[in-house]
């Protein structure tokens, strides 16, 4: 994958003006962290408040790098056979039944047990192979052969066992299947973590990432966005509105409005030709 999207990292500028093209606004702190990241090649772990454009950050990197976006969203009790494989129960039946079926065949021939417990091991190592392996995010990123853009969203959702699972992933971008043996990255994926900071993630993996924090935009980048997004809207009720949702984010309410929920709010306004 590196020599692939060598170009597109080519320099911080390069990656900004790249994902001004795919509607992103990209601040100097995000592509000089995302710069980073690929040429360390290291994951990166977002956080921020909700809205902020964390989840939408993968996104537009999949995007801009033309590759695929695999999502594994995280949550209370995910477990790794949600997340890396499991197996195709169906279709071992199957085989099952046709081993069954064609016993005689396989057996004919052997002289004694011990010659037909060997030839009956040679059909159980197909049981338990890849043909049979179900991949779940984790493992499917790890099998494209052009790389891909891989978002492990909520991370802070799972549980601490979860996330230590998570390391040999992050580290050395391979798994470890029991019956299968371990499987290798065909190409990296640029991975990224998000956290909404709903629990502290552990030193083994902060140290495997670099960290990105995107707070609430200032008014000028906010602007920037919206415009980005809606661009039907007047820079005067544009303003007005950056302006506002500014003052309000300086309230102390529960919950702060979003970029997220400010872009839908000019999306609102667009549609009523005589406010713009």
């Known amino acids: 994958m590196k020599k692939a999207i060598s170009d597109a990292f080519e320099s911080i500028a390069c990656i900004r003006k790249g994902f001004e093209g795919t509607g992103y606004i990209c601040s100097q702190q995000i592509a000089?962290?995302?710069?980073?990241?690929?040429?360390?090649d290291k994951p990166v772990l977002v956080e921020g408040?909700?809205?902020?454009?964390?989840?939408?950050?993968?996104?537009?990197?999949?995007?801009?790098?033309?590759?695929?976006?695999?999502?594994?969203?995280?949550?209370?009790?995910?477990?790794e056979s949600k997340a890396l494989y499991e197996?195709?129960?169906g279709k071992q039946l199957l085989y099952t039944q046709i081993l069954k079926d064609r016993l005689?065949?396989?057996?004919?021939?052997?002289g004694n047990l011990a010659e037909s417990v060997s030839k009956l091991r040679q059909h159980d190592d197909i049981f338990f192979s890849p043909d049979f392996l179900e991949p779940r995010p984790l493992l499917r990123a790890l099998q494209q052969e052009q790389g891909a853009v891989?978002?492990?969203?909520?991370?802070?959702?799972?549980?601490?066992?979860?996330?230590?699972?998570l390391l040999e992933v992050l580290s050395d971008y391979q798994v470890s299947v029991p019956e299968v043996g371990t499987i290798?990255?065909?190409?990296?994926?640029?991975?990224?973590?998000?956290?909404?900071?709903?629990?502290?993630?552990?030193?083994?993996?902060?140290r495997r990432c670099l960290h990105l924090y995107i707070p609430f935009p200032e008014?000028?980048?906010?602007?920037?966005?919206l415009r980005a997004r809606v661009?039907?809207?007047?820079?005067?009720l544009r303003s007005h509105l950056v302006a506002f949702i500014n003052q309000v984010r300086k309230r102390d309410l529960k919950k702060l409005p979003s970029v997220s929920e400010t872009i839908d709010w000019e999306g609102c306004l667009s549609f009523f030709t005589p406010l713009t």
Do not use: H
């Open 49 to 79: 408040p909700a809205g902020v454009g964390k989840t939408e950050l993968a996104k537009a990197s999949a995007a801009y790098l033309g590759l695929p976006l695999i999502r594994l969203q995280c949550y209370e009790g995910i477990d």
């Open 219 to 225: 008014p000028k980048m906010e602007r920037e966005i």
């Open 184 to 206: 290798a990255a065909i190409s990296k994926p640029f991975v990224f973590l998000t956290s909404k900071n709903a629990r502290e993630m552990s030193e083994p993996l902060k």
């Open 32 to 40: 000089t962290t995302l710069y980073l990241a690929f040429q360390l």
């Open 231 to 236: 661009p039907d809207l007047s820079e005067a």
């Open 150 to 165: 891989l978002l492990v969203d909520e991370v802070d959702k799972s549980y601490p066992e979860f996330e230590a699972f």
């Open 104 to 110: 005689n065949d396989i057996l004919q021939g052997s």
């Open 87 to 89: 197996w195709k129960y």
